[in-house]
């Protein structure tokens, strides 16, 4: 049977005749319980959706997934439903989000929430390993943080979950608000206040807006929010809040004791405290921890269990991470790339790492209109330093560079290789930072 959405909003049984219709693709799924939006990794007991991007249609590859093994096709175009395995709706990506939205109504369990300018993903994994050591906890894979990476993630939760962990991104106002009516979070957190995605926010104040709109939710519905107390910004984003409020320094506190360059700290938790030895670089990651272990503490995991997974906690994705190779020594840090972070990177690697370093930067993006000013701070901060050899790369940042002699500057990432390839470091710890699209990664073989 094809199952269609209304085609007219204002019609006046649209909204019971989508929430009917919602209700039985929610029937097909609880059948068929994974959802599948390529249709090359087509499999059995799965709902394929046919999500469109800027260069495709998933509606051209209906037919395909059904015939790789999926069960049904979640389909917008009306010549494409051609048969009882199709499912045809108003908008796919509607369908999607009001999906996952009716299946996060059946889970009765906490669901927290973290978005932030740096360090989201860092965090929700700290706090996936301590929540870890004693729940069974879902959290998003890598960053699937946007529109469709949250309803994806929350169509992927196990039934027998108990606690759930969602990111959310944005890069425009009203996206936050949007994710938390899909994910109802319980509880939640921003990291932090940066210089991200300016373009799309119009300005630091733009960035406060949006990621207020986690606060906001929370505040609304009674939910819990964890903040770092020490934090001005985000201290008095909280002044008129309603809801229940934690500050990390109330359930523990941290005193950072090396960064060189793995974080080693005295951990508070209530009145005890405990030696950390982590595996995670950057002192700027301290804040991140401590809000691992102050959401740990709220669930009642043990102070041991905290403790133990802190410390076994490793990096991946090039997000703080440290990689030798069999000249030199490197830290990775180019999954992203803001100003704010660019900054806290070079202070940390220079204020914490000893002997001969070298620093490779590539461009930052959705900077706007404050693209040239922000590559300029940054040229200008790594100039101060004098014991190092520094290299920029990026259309952005060799502007910037502009009559600036000890910094060296490629606009392209191939004419950095071909200095690399003819003057290689030797015997140097590197720090490697940039936003993804600069692909720094293709540098490390050079390293």
Do not use: W
Not at 108 to 125: D, L, M, Q, R, W
């Amino acid at each position: 049977m094809t199952r269609i959405y209304t085609k007219n909003p204002h019609h006046p049984c649209s909204l019971l005749l989508q929430a009917l219709n919602i209700m039985n693709i929610y029937d097909t799924y609880i059948k068929y319980p994974k959802v599948i939006t390529d249709s090359r990794k087509a499999q059995t007991n799965s709902i394929f959706f046919s999500l469109k991007g800027e260069s495709f249609d998933g509606n051209d590859f209906a037919a395909q997934a059904l015939a790789g093994g999926c069960n049904y096709a979640v389909v917008d175009k009306p010549e494409v439903a051609t048969g009882d395995r199709y499912i045809l709706v108003d908008d796919v990506l509607t369908a999607l989000q009001d999906l996952a939205r009716t299946y996060r109504r059946q889970l009765n369990i906490p669901v927290i929430a973290i978005t932030g300018s740096n360090g989201k993903t860092t965090t929700k994994e700290l706090i996936n390993s301590v929540l870890g050591a004693q729940y069974s906890v879902f959290a998003t894979s890598g960053n699937l943080n946007n529109h469709i990476g949250v309803p994806l993630t929350i169509l992927e939760i196990p039934q027998q979950t108990q606690i759930a962990i969602i990111e959310m991104g944005a890069n425009h106002g009203g996206e936050i608000k949007a994710l938390c009516d899909i994910a109802q979070p319980t509880c939640g957190l921003i990291t932090n206040i940066g210089k991200a995605h300016l373009e799309g926010f119009g300005g630091l104040e733009g960035v406060k807006r949006a990621k207020k709109e986690l606060y906001d939710y929370l505040n609304a519905h009674g939910g819990i929010i964890f903040y770092n107390d020490e934090n001005s910004v985000l201290s008095a984003m909280l002044e008129n809040a309603v809801t229940e409020t934690i500050g990390y320094s109330k359930k523990c506190g941290g005193k950072l004791k090396a960064a060189s360059p793995f974080l080693q700290l005295d951990l508070r938790i209530g009145d005890k405290s405990y030696p950390v030895s982590t595996r995670i670089a950057g002192a700027y990651n301290l804040e991140n921890l401590l809000a691992a272990a102050c959401v740990g503490a709220h669930f009642n995991v043990s102070d041991t269990l905290i403790v133990s997974a802190l410390e076994a906690y490793t990096p991946q994705n090039n997000r703080s991470q440290v990689f030798n190779t069999s000249k030199n020594r490197l830290l990775l840090d180019y999954y992203n790339a803001n100003p704010t972070s660019m900054s806290k990177s070079i202070n940390n690697f220079f204020e914490q790492i000893d002997g001969k370093k070298m620093v490779i930067l590539g461009d930052m993006f959705e900077l706007g209109d404050d693209t040239l000013k922000e590559h300029k701070a940054i040229v200008e901060q790594l100039a101060l330093q004098h014991d190092a050899v520094k290299v920029v790369a990026g259309k952005h940042f060799h502007k910037a560079s502009e009559g600036t002699d000890n910094v060296l500057a490629f606009s392209q990432i191939e004419d950095l290789k071909q200095y690399l390839a003819a003057n290689p470091p030797n015997d140097m710890f590197i720090l490697l930072k940039g936003s993804r699209g600069m692909k720094l990664e293709q540098l490390t073989d050079l390293l």
